[in-house]
């Protein structure tokens, strides 16, 4: 089968997206081979591009082969312990008494995309800043692990951010964020670890700041929390089936905090990790009250969600514990004392206090005159010393590789990087 007959429309907009660049600018990046108008007819699946603009487009997108043009299920299938993932897991199958040795497609799936633009995206709408889809709170749609991403799949989007993003950051974080998600989905396939995001406030009620503390109760309660600080919130979310994209070193973030995304796979929540680990926490559980709460209109919507993340940061039968008694002043140290304890920056904890009525409204004021004085708006006087990281996906890929379940290029190619890169991350195999 020629390189051509396998080209895929989606995968040439994603990776575009992704690169941050529009189609006059990749037309000037191949050299003007082509008009913007003919890649906009690749894209639109209208035109085929001759194989060596194919080649040069490759080159100029750093397109990889992907994890699933190689066949390593049937060894690595058995080493996984002979798992049957399928229905719900969606793809991979493999028997272990006889039977088929599986691909995260069937054969002709297999053939069909076997060359550099076959990737696997998500069937379904990222939705950011909420949830409206199709199927129920905490449940997966299934969808074919491979099939192409449909031109409209990202037509929703808000990001949590202080001030606009240029549009091409935002394409890029978007498509970034949902090829972490499919490869991610991919791994926990092929190992038979995945986990289903079940929703604890399914069908709540959740539009007054009491039902949202109620909500932020409730979610605690399913998690087994109690009233315990949470050491790494990341690590939370991703052992409930909500998986983390940690964005560091990317140009362009600008005032970018967080994103929240759901595809027909499940759920993913992006985060700028170049902040500081309370704002990080708090932005993670800002984003989950978007997936989780059923809002009424927009108006307040961003409100009510900083209100649950502070609530399952910081629940209220614990602040009310940490200040002994309903107060009229704060000192700074008995601030520091919970930001240091909770991981929930100085403001917030004073907004929450207000909140429930713990401290008076002419206090917060005054508190928050001296955060603009001090110039603490960012860098506060106290630092939260806590180590947010999102560590599950490495653990699946390093279990895969000293399994020998796949094999370094494969596993590179799920981690979206080299293997020379991979390896070195590895470190010595014991």
Known sequence: MEKESLFMPSRLKVARKIAG???????????????RQALSKYEQGKMSPSPEILNRLEQVLDLKPRYCDTPWAASGAERAGGLKVSGDGGGFAA????????????????????SLWSGRSNEATIEIRGVSSPAPHG?????????????????YLEFRTSAPLPKKSEEALKHLALEYLARYEDLERL?????????PVAGFSTRTAEEIE????????HWHLGLSPVPNFLELLESNGIKVFEIRDMDGLGDFDGLAARSAGGYVIALNMN??????????????????????????KERLCHIFAGALLLPRPALERELVHRRRKLTLWELGAIKRKYGISLQAIMYRACGLGLI???????????????GWTIDEPVAYQGREEAIRFKRLLNYAVAERIIGMEQAAALAGTTEAKLQEELGTML
């Open 214 to 221: 109620r909500a932020a109760e409730t979610v605690r309660g």
């Open 95 to 114: 028997e272990r008494d006889g039977g088929s040795h599986g691909y995260p497609c069937g054969d002709e799936e297999k053939e069909r995309r076997s």
């Open 191 to 199: 190992l038979g670890r995945v986990i289903v995001f079940r929703n």
């Open 360 to 374: 008076a409204p002419r206090h917060l004021r005054d508190f928050v005159a001296a955060v603009k004085k001090n």
């Open 139 to 155: 449940q997966r749609v299934p969808h074919a692990p491979c099939a192409p991403l449909p031109p409209d799949a990202m037509s």
């Open 275 to 300: 902040r500081p680990p309370d704002r990080i926490r708090f932005t993670a559980a800002h984003e989950l009250a978007h997936i989780v709460c059923d809002f009424d209109g927009d108006g307040e």
């Open 21 to 35: 660049l529009s189609l006059e600018d990749l037309s000037r990046k191949i050299d003007g081979r082509v008009t």
